[in-house]
């Protein structure tokens, strides 16, 4: 068993930067792919980052080039680096963990769940 526990989140200006941290506690970290989806009101759940335990890494393309995702497997915790934010990147985030080699935007892929982190952009 996993447990993710997640950090960080809160309102922020457009233009600013937010970081999201998830810790992991339970089965080998590294031997996971993490990943961050976001949920917005109304909307289904989408795909924004991932790294696998190889290190691969693969985002969404409304992200890329302003989001960062990195892990730290020292410290079980998998981090989102939020630049350059937009009133459409209001949404609720959640980390998932899956025993999967590579970074996966399937979120079949993905066995764990986080709480979930509010992100609130302002205009």
């Known amino acids: 068993q996993v447990q993710l526990v997640q950090s960080g989140g809160g309102l922020v200006q457009a233009g600013g930067s937010l970081r999201l941290s998830c810790a992991a506690s339970?089965?080998?970290?590294?031997?996971?792919?993490m990943g961050w989806f976001r949920q917005a009101p109304g909307k289904e759940r989408e795909f924004v980052a991932a790294?696998?335990?190889?290190?691969?890494?693969y985002y969404a393309d409304s992200v890329k080039g302003r989001f960062t995702i990195s892990r730290d497997n020292a410290k079980n915790t998998v981090y989102l680096q939020m630049d350059s934010l937009k009133p459409e990147d209001t949404a609720i985030y959640s980390c998932?963990?899956?025993?999967?080699?590579?970074?996966?935007?399937?979120?079949?892929?993905?066995?764990?769940w986080g709480q979930g982190t509010q992100v609130t952009v302002s205009s």
């Open positions: 998932a963990g899956g025993k999967y080699k590579y970074a996966t935007s399937d979120t079949s892929d993905y066995d764990y």
């Open positions: 339970g089965r080998p970290f590294s031997a996971y792919a």
């Open positions: 790294v696998g335990w190889t290190a691969s890494i």
